[in-house]
């Protein structure tokens, strides 16, 4: 696309609005983002990107159709641009500053948290149903798809070398490899809207649609904790055709920081190589230290996130056991005895019954 090509597209723009000044939104490089009010207009600077938004102008109109209780912006391309209504609300960005677009998820509290999790889980599951079958499969994302496949491969090959010397167990992830669905496929915070209740109002940016297995959408919501995949698993279970385990998250995110050790290893083999050739046969622009340096980050970083994810699976088993004593203790208690006259219960066992009540 040439720069008049992209200019006449701005004027475009404008003809749609006039005597409007548009809100600029933080967009891509590949994309101009402009808010006319409660109107979202996206401007192309690639061919490319166009023909992005055309297919996800096809994809949101398909959804649409099948799934119409789905709160998502239908794009349609009018004069060489995207046009949709925005979702009103704030994004949940933990990586970008608070804003009037833009939240926090410190800033609410558990049950908000809980809440909001449920309700990305019946998201997911209404959004899974859709059938796979109507549409063009060219249009269809492959690629995150095939990038797990080969992740798992990887993993199963590799994982328990890789982790024997931290004293993790590399645990196999088992599902049916026909079972795949409609995934969004970059379902993180940035991506979705919650309104002034801290509820979902909506999830936009589907651009990279397209097959994958039925639990890749839940891994981009674990900076939000295990606890929170584990209600949106709960939700999902409520609302959804086939059912997926807390078992299979756990697992699928150990496949991902095992990517990160594939990319430590690599690099440091590398680094080794150079390393071992003579001075005059090193490349000029290798610098073996940082090379080193980066690997040992990058592997370090894999490892923290594997153990404090243990912890809180550790943690979770931990509050289960007290829960499940705590209402055994209540269930058989004498009938005979006084309503005021309770089993007794420490602190914690109390307030994690009261917390169950809530949920």
Same mark, same amino acid.
């Given at each position: 696309?040439?720069?008049?090509? &992209?200019?006449?597209?701005?004027?475009?723009?404008?003809? +749609?609005?006039? *005597?409007?000044?548009?809100?600029?939104?933080?967009?891509?490089?590949?994309?101009?983002?402009?808010?006319? *009010?409660?109107?979202? /207009?996206?401007?192309?600077?690639?061919?490319?990107?166009?023909?992005?938004?055309?297919?996800?102008?096809?994809?949101?109109?398909? %959804?649409?159709?099948?799934?119409?209780?789905?709160?998502?912006? /239908?794009?349609?391309?009018?004069?060489?641009?995207?046009?949709?209504?925005?979702?009103? #609300?704030?994004?949940?960005?933990?990586?970008?500053?608070?804003?009037?677009?833009?939240?926090? $998820?410190?800033?609410?509290?558990?049950?908000? +948290?809980?809440?909001?999790?449920?309700?990305?889980?019946?998201?997911?599951?209404?959004?899974?149903?859709?059938?796979?079958? @109507?549409?063009?499969?060219?249009?269809?994302?492959?690629?995150?798809?095939?990038?797990?496949?080969?992740?798992?491969?990887?993993?199963?090959?590799?994982?328990?070398?890789?982790?024997?010397?931290? #004293?993790?167990?590399?645990?196999?992830?088992?599902?049916?490899?026909?079972?795949?669905?409609?995934?969004?496929?970059?379902?993180? #915070?940035?991506?979705?809207?919650?309104?002034?209740?801290?509820?979902?109002?909506?999830?936009?940016?589907?651009?990279?649609? *397209?097959?994958?297995?039925?639990?890749?959408?839940?891994?981009?919501?674990?900076?939000? @904790?295990?606890?929170?995949?584990?209600?949106?698993?709960?939700?999902?279970?409520?609302? $959804? !055709?086939?059912?997926?385990?807390?078992?299979?998250? !756990?697992?699928?995110?150990?496949?991902?920081?095992?990517?990160?050790?594939?990319?430590?290893?690599?690099?440091?083999?590398?680094?080794?190589?150079?390393?071992?050739?003579?001075?005059?046969?090193?490349?000029?622009?290798?610098?073996?230290?940082?090379?080193?340096? =980066?690997?040992? =980050?990058?592997?370090?970083?894999?490892?923290?996130?594997?153990?404090?994810?243990?912890?809180?699976?550790?943690?979770? &088993?931990?509050?289960?056991? %007290?829960?499940?004593?705590?209402?055994?203790?209540?269930?058989?208690?004498?009938?005979?005895?006084?309503?005021?006259?309770?089993?007794?219960?420490?602190?914690?066992?109390?307030?994690?019954?009261?917390?169950?009540?809530?949920?």
């Amino acid at each position: 696309m040439t720069a008049e090509e &992209y200019n006449i597209l701005l004027d475009n723009a404008q003809k +749609l609005f006039p *005597g409007q000044t548009p809100e600029e939104l933080p967009f891509s490089e590949n994309s101009k983002a402009l808010a006319y *009010g409660q109107t979202i /207009v996206r401007i192309p600077k690639k061919d490319s990107t166009l023909q992005g938004y055309k297919r996800e102008e096809t994809i949101t109109h398909y %959804i649409k159709e099948h799934a119409p209780d789905l709160n998502i912006p /239908v794009v349609n391309i009018i004069n060489g641009i995207s046009v949709h209504k925005e979702i009103s #609300g704030k994004t949940l960005n933990d990586r970008t500053q608070e804003n009037h677009r833009n939240k926090h $998820s410190s800033s609410l509290s558990k049950n908000e +948290l809980n809440l909001l999790a449920q309700d990305l889980g019946k998201f997911l599951a209404q959004l899974h149903q859709v059938p796979i079958d @109507g549409i063009d499969p060219h249009i269809l994302n492959m690629t995150h798809f095939n990038n797990n496949k080969k992740s798992k491969e990887y993993a199963d090959n590799n994982g328990a070398r890789l982790l024997k010397n931290q #004293g993790i167990r590399y645990r196999k992830l088992n599902i049916d490899e026909n079972d795949i669905v409609l995934s969004h496929n970059d379902m993180h #915070g940035g991506n979705f809207v919650i309104n002034e209740e801290n509820k979902l109002a909506g999830v936009f940016d589907f651009g990279e649609l *397209g097959i994958n297995y039925r639990h890749s959408d839940f891994m981009k919501l674990i900076p939000y @904790g295990r606890n929170f995949i584990k209600q949106a698993v709960q939700s999902y279970n409520k609302y $959804s !055709d086939k059912k997926i385990s807390m078992k299979t998250i !756990d697992r699928a995110y150990q496949i991902e920081q095992l990517e990160f050790l594939q990319l430590a290893e690599k690099k440091k083999l590398q680094a080794t190589d150079e390393q071992a050739k003579t001075i005059e046969n090193r490349d000029t622009n290798f610098n073996i230290e940082k090379e080193l340096k =980066t690997a040992e =980050t990058i592997n370090n970083y894999a490892i923290s996130n594997l153990k404090k994810y243990r912890q809180q699976i550790a943690q979770d &088993y931990q509050t289960q056991r %007290i829960l499940s004593s705590s209402k055994r203790r209540l269930a058989t208690r004498k009938p005979q005895q006084h309503q005021t006259q309770q089993p007794k219960l420490n602190l914690q066992q109390f307030r994690l019954l009261r917390e169950t009540q809530h949920q």
